[in-house]
T-cell receptor, first 114, second 113 residues
Framework: KQEVTQIPAALSVPEGENLVLNCSFT??????LQWFRQDPGKGLTSLLL?????REQTSGRLNASLDKSSGRSTLYIAASQPGDSATYLC?????????????FGKGTHLIIQP | DAGVIQSPRHEVTEMGQEVTLRCKPI?????LFWYRQTMMRGLELLIY????????DSGMPEDRFSAKMPNASFSTLKIQPSEPRDSAVYFC???????????FGPGTRLTVL
């Protein structure tokens, strides 16, 4: 059974710093990996999707990498801003012909101090 | 596009009552998912539909839970009878096809007293 772990569980940094959020998964046979953002009391917003054949994806100040063989992904946030404060969730769709639902990590709660 | 629409946004009910959560996916999306989020267990997949057909319901916790998708624009998740441990935020998500980005609704916060 696929398990997704995110480290750290919480992170607080001053505005302007570059930071890295980590995600690991136990079964490397994934279809894709997605990073989401969740604001308090709100739904999830998709940030980046990386297909299993890709190594990274970029959107603005965000860059996500994928190392499928080692079961790891990182989300890099450049020049952090207070508006980046949220919980960041990593999720995978496992490969094969089975379920296409996402398996989520517990998230990293990020606070950017002004 | 209005995005994924869920109703109600909040539901408070008493133990033993029937609860029905509703979801309207993004128009043209073929896949629909129901997830549940709790502090203890995080986000978990309950059931997944493709072209209105349930594909994987292994995440549905008990027979008290049931889900339907009578057409491409509407799905329901029903809990009967409800129990306090069902209290959670229930999310609906849709995607255009297998493996594509999933778009989430705002969720329904369910409290069972």
């Amino acid at each position: 059974k696929q398990e997704v772990t995110q480290i750290p569980a919480a992170l607080s940094v001053p505005e302007g710093e570059n930071l890295v959020l980590n995600c690991s998964f136990t079964d490397s046979a994934i279809y894709n990996l997605q990073w989401f953002r969740q604001d308090p009391g709100k739904g999830l917003t998709s940030l980046l999707l990386i297909q299993s054949s890709q190594r990274e994806q970029t959107s603005g100040r965000l860059n996500a990498s994928l190392d499928k063989s080692s079961g790891r992904s990182t989300l890099y946030i450049a020049a952090s801003q207070p508006g980046d404060s949220a919980t960041y969730l990593c999720a995978v769709i496992s490969g094969g012909g089975g379920a296409d639902g996402l398996t989520f990590g517990k998230g990293t709660h990020l606070i950017i101090q002004p | 596009d209005a995005g994924v629409i869920q109703s109600p946004r909040h539901e408070v009910t008493e133990m033993g009552q029937e609860v029905t959560l509703r979801c309207k996916p993004i128009s043209g999306h073929n896949s629909l998912f129901w997830y549940r989020q709790t502090m203890m267990r995080g986000l978990e997949l309950l059931i997944y539909f493709n072209n209105n057909v349930p594909i994987d319901d292994s995440g549905m916790p008990e027979d008290r839970f049931s889900a339907k998708m009578p057409n491409a624009s509407f799905s329901t998740l029903k809990i009967q009878p409800s129990e306090p441990r069902d209290s959670a935020v229930y999310f609906c998500a849709s995607s255009s096809q297998r493996g594509d980005t999933q778009y989430f609704g705002p969720g329904t916060r369910l409290t069972v007293l």
